[in-house]
């Protein structure tokens, strides 16, 4: 697999991802009586304690069948097998996924009883190490699938934890949820992005061992409590609070929490006293929370309070013993230069992060709405609110505008932070570049990175030109000033989405010059815009840039796996932006591939749906070229059931035969007119109601008009027919075809000198003729007649050097094998069935076992009175299926 592609993937990943994907075989789920939740304890024994056994009901086992999924962990299997398990961990998982290949992919459904479910192994052995158990995790959270119910499954007793990463959590965890990780000695922790659950709910969660051996905590964008709108509550704490004269800073969140006391979540965080690293980044986090964990949490290194509504950070020069690494993205504080003051006392830091967006801060919108909150809450109670105001005065500065001066200051000071390693100054306008720049880089040799997104400072030479002797190759620039720095800004900034699309602009234009596949490239757009899904500027960037990064032959040399993570993001861009042309566009240049459609595993059936809206809302050349090339593709690999639900769609019948009909008038065979055809064709194959559809659209008249206008373009003639064929399947269609003038037109074309032309007309033939005399209602045309002629002409016809049609099934065949059936009927149906399992033997050999074909024919070589040309191709058939290891040792029949 290395030589074939740029990015392998591991046995461990492949065995994580088949546990993510089939997560329904692979587990089972159990009930437990409902336990009062009004107590705290009992909630946390429902999720963690031993359950009884009399409190436990299992699923049970009986008759399962082995599906696709055994097939997928059969392979599994065969790759662990043949490789031998490198780890414990590796191991672990190869056996769930064993597991699972022995269970239906539909578990039985559980005994309607008032329970709380909690998922389980299957196997009661299995048990994942730690490794493997927080990848699940991970790609669970990746893949939306992270809710209370899947978290159960980490309880404990078949799980290990120690690193926890729930990023941009799914919408569906709770506090109940969370409570499942108590059992795990958890060390590092990011919850990120949490809408229903809370910072408290997330430090509660954990067990006494992780409080006090906690190392990490990350709960960006993680509300610190319950309830919209935030900031209605008070909490006083200083002799001004208690004379009713109160500062906005006061207003902190702190429900249920008294005057005296300090707001709950602050204590909560202030429990895990060895926390070395915390990110409040994005939260309601203030001063006085900034107070509390610089005074409570002794050892703390990091510490992330960007997009926070700190204003005055000199409580952190408590910490300046032991503060290494200082976020400060996007935060207004309310005294520049004291605070960089502040700054330039923290000896021990080695990354200080200054940047800014240039934009509005997050929460400035939001603090006029607290503002308005809190002089109501301060009017019904009497308060005067003073000391500053919540529109963005405090102290004569604006709180809510950009801080002009605080990196310029730092800069401007050559001795300051001698230790730095890195330093990020990205966004701000007052860093221009030049021999300042330079000269305090000089002065620091420690220097690894240095931030300059949306600066001009990105594009001096000293930092794009290694043939400089200025330049330094060990300094790390993130910029937009080359490849490098768009490459380390997507790496760096993955949760700003201004910065990663301006990194994702300037990278697409680089993009058109890749000769080699880019896998590190394609990974970090997805990142980016997998983070950013609701940022349409995100979106439309990096959907044009995936197009250039696996067009054409660059597609071959990408792993199937990370072209699936491709068309994933793709699918939900489409989603979310059903209405804009552009971005459906380039959605549409990427998912038209062969390498994509062919070879790559994922929701075709959402993929067809989306490409078909987009063709009802577009009417673009180029966009319907691609949009029934894709249809037509993806809808020969979904299921009967799921073409029955596209074509049940009226407009999208509409659409594909306004297409037809547009090409139809102007004499145009192009691609689109062939693909348009071959999307119909394949969207009725064993669909009636799609064919019951076509025909209340007017889809017959209109290829009627089609083939006269098309005599001879065997291309078209072929697939018309062949949809034509779909619906004379059908029996209770069939009286739809039972016209003068397309008979007319069906008996020139059964005699096409183009033998698929020809067959698909006999194939017409031969379904209307086995409806009998009594459903034969065409008075100009004899059945009899029609079927003699049809006889000759299969038994004219020269097998094709390849394969002329496929099929899902043999279930349209096997009724015209009927012992009763007319020999030129069943002469039509048995020519068929052997020349596509002599083509394509290994599909088409089972594929007829499995439905019973070879026992029909084996009645119908019993039959004396069988036709000879028919016995033979009976015989030649079974023969291909002994070939195939399908004998049934019976004795061959000699003919009359």
């Known amino acids: 697999m290395t030589d074939m592609y740029d990015s392998p993937v591991s046995l461990q990943e492949a065995c994580v991802d088949f546990i993510c994907d089939n997560l329904e075989a692979v587990c089972e789920t159990t009930y437990q009586y409902h336990q009062s939740e009004s107590a705290p304890g009992q909630l946390e024994e429902d999720a963690d304690g031993p359950a009884k056994e009399e409190n436990i009901i299992k699923n049970g086992l009986q008759d399962r069948e082995v599906g696709e999924n055994a097939e997928a962990g059969t392979a599994i299997a065969r790759i662990g097998l043949g490789m031998g398990f490198p780890s414990e961990a590796a191991y ?56 209370d119910e899947t978290l159960s499954l980490f309880s404990g007793r078949q799980t290990r934890l120690r690193t926890v990463r729930m990023r941009n959590a799914p919408a569906g965890i709770t506090a109940r949820g969370l409570r499942f ?43 610190f409590a319950d309830g919209p709108p935030p900031f209605l509550e008070l909490s006083p704490r200083s002799a001004a609070a208690r004379d009713r004269s109160i500062t906005a800073e006061q207003f902190i969140i702190s429900p249920g929490t008294s005057p005296a006391s300090r707001c709950c979540v602050v204590v909560s965080l202030s429990r895990l006293r060895h926390l070395r690293h915390l990110d409040v980044s994005g939260t309601e986090f203030n001063r006085h929370g900034l107070e509390v964990v610089c005074e409570d949490l002794p050892f703390l290194e990091s510490l992330d309070i960007s997009s926070t509504l700190v204003s005055d950070i000199s409580p952190l020069r408590r910490r300046k013993a032991t503060l290494r690494s200082l976020a400060m993205y996007n935060l207004r504080v309310s005294n520049p230069g004291g605070a960089a003051n502040v700054i330039t006392e923290l000896h021990q830091l080695r990354h200080l992060d200054l940047s800014d967006e240039q934009d509005n801060h997050p929460f400035e919108v939001f603090a006029a709405a607290a503002a308005a909150a809190a002089a109501a809450a301060a009017a019904a109670n009497g308060w005067e609110v003073g000391g500053g105001n919540w529109a963005g005065e405090e102290n004569g500065m604006s709180v809510g505008g950009p801080i002009k001066r605080l990196a310029g200051e730092i800069l401007a000071n050559l001795g300051a932070l001698p230790q730095l390693e890195s330093l990020d100054v990205s966004g701000r306008e007052e860093v221009v570049g030049g021999p300042g720049l330079w000269a305090w880089v000089e002065a620091h040799p420690h220097l690894r990175f240095l931030g300059l997104i949306l600066t001009q400072a990105c594009y001096d030479e000293t930092f794009t030109d290694p043939s400089l002797p200025s330049f330094r190759p ?53 990142l980016g815009m997998s983070e950013h899904r609701d940022q349409f500027g995100v979106q439309m960037a990096a959907t044009a840039c995936l197009y250039n990064l696996t067009k054409g032959e660059l597609a071959q040399k990408i792993h199937p796996r990370i072209l699936r993570q491709v068309v994933h993001l793709t699918l939900a861009a489409m989603e979310t932006y059903p209405n804009h042309f552009q971005l459906q566009k380039n959605t549409l240049l990427t998912l038209c591939s062969d390498r994509i459609l062919q070879d790559v595993g994922f929701d075709k059936f959402r993929c067809a749906r989306l ?5 009802c809302a577009f009417d673009d050349a180029a966009m319907n070229r691609m949009s029934v090339a894709i249809c037509s593709i993806l809808a020969a690999k979904i299921s009967t059931r799921e073409t029955s639900l596209l074509g049940a769609e009226a407009k999208y019948m509409r659409k594909l035969l306004s297409i037809v009909k ?49 005599r001879g373009e065997s291309a078209v003639e072929t697939k018309v027919l062949g949809l034509v064929n779909n619906i004379a399947e059908v029996a209770h269609l069939r009286g739809n075809l039972m016209a003068h003038q397309f008979m007319s037109i069906l008996r020139k074309l059964l005699h096409s000198k183009h033998i698929d032309v020809s067959y698909f007309a006999a194939g017409i033939i031969a379904h209307l003729a086995s409806g009998g005399e009594e459903q034969w209602t065409l008075v100009s045309f004899q059945r009899d007649a029609l079927l003699n002629e049809l006889g000759t002409v299969v038994l004219e016809w020269e097998t094709p050097e390849g394969e002329m049609v496929a099929y899902r099934s043999f279930h349209p065949f096997l009724p015209l094998l009927s012992p009763n059936e007319a020999s030129q009927v069943q002469l039509w149906a048995v020519w068929a069935i052997q020349h596509v399992c002599t083509k394509n033997a290994k599909r088409y050999c089972p594929m007829l076992v499995e439905e019973g074909g070879d026992k029909i024919l084996c009645s119908l070589l019993d039959d004396e009175g069988l036709d000879p040309s028919v016995r033979s191709i009976c015989q030649s058939i079974l023969q291909v299926l002994a070939a195939e290891g399908f004998c049934r040792n019976r004795p061959q029949s000699s003919t009359p």
Not at 669 to 683: E, G, P, R
Not at 699 to 707: C, R, S
């Open 92 to 147: 672990g998982t190869f056996r769930v996924a064993r597991k699972a290949a022995a269970l239906s992919s539909v578990p039985s459904q559980p005994p309607r009883l008032p329970s709380k479910p909690r998922l389980v192994f299957r196997d009661p052995d299995a048990f994942l190490p730690c490794e493997i158990s927080e990848r699940l995790l991970s790609g669970l959270c990746e893949r939306g699938r992270l809710t």
């Open 181 to 223: 990780l108590s059992h795990h000695k958890i060390v590092h922790l990011e919850a990120t992005g949490l809408r229903s659950a809370t910072v408290s709910d997330v430090v509660s969660a954990l067990g006494e061992w992780s409080v006090r051996n906690l190392r990490s905590l990350g709960v960006s964008r993680t509300p």
């Open 474 to 526: 060990n300094l790390a620039v993130s910029g937009t000033g080359n490849e490098a720095q768009i490459l380390e800004g997507l790496r760096r900034y993955s949760s700003r989405p201004l910065y990663v699309q301006k990194c994702l602009y300037n990278l697409f234009r680089l993009t058109p010059t890749f000769n080699d596949p880019r896998v590190d490239v394609i990974q970090l757009v997805l």
């Open 611 to 615: 490409v078909m809206e987009c063709l």
């Open 662 to 710: 547009n090409r139809m008038e102007t004499k145009s065979v192009d691609i689109t007119m062939k693909f348009t055809l071959s999307a119909l064709w394949n969207l009725t194959d064993e669909s009636p109601s799609t064919c019951q559809v076509f025909l209340s659209e007017g889809g017959m008249t209109l290829f009627l008009e089609v083939l006269e206008a098309f």
